[in-house]
């Protein structure tokens, strides 16, 4: 039964960091490559951020590149999102996903706000 639990959300600052968590079993954690998405209130669900299972490439959606990083340590299966210079349009809940599988976490709320 896989399980995807996300950790880390909160409320924070314009400016601020936040890293997210997300502590997944069963499955083979190291062989998928894994995502973060995140649906803002009244939008769809977005691709964040994605790390390939064995050699770590990562890729990111354009409006958070540069400020987000996406990491993993497969001997944890966890992966990680790392947050900076957050924004107002960064609220949102966020959630891990394994690529290829149909199973999502409950998410964790992140707002961004002074």
């Known amino acids: 039964q896989v399980q995807l639990v996300e950790s880390g959300g909160g409320l924070v600052q314009p400016g601020g960091s936040l890293r997210l968590s997300c502590a997944a079993s069963?499955?083979?954690?190291?062989?998928?490559?894994m995502m973060w998405y995140r649906q803002a209130p009244g939008k769809e669900r977005e691709l964040v951020a994605t790390?390939?299972?064995?050699?770590?490439?990562?890729n990111y959606a354009d409006s958070v590149k540069g400020r987000f990083t996406i990491s993993r340590d497969n001997a944890k299966n966890t992966v990680y999102l790392q947050m900076n210079r957050l924004k107002a349009e960064d609220t949102a809940v966020y959630y891990c996903?394994?690529?290829?599988?149909?199973?999502w976490g409950q998410g964790t709320q992140v707002t961004v706000s002074s």
């Open positions: 996903k394994p690529g290829s599988l149909p199973d």
């Open positions: 069963g499955f083979t954690f190291s062989t998928y490559d």
């Open positions: 790390i390939t299972g064995f050699l770590g490439s990562t």
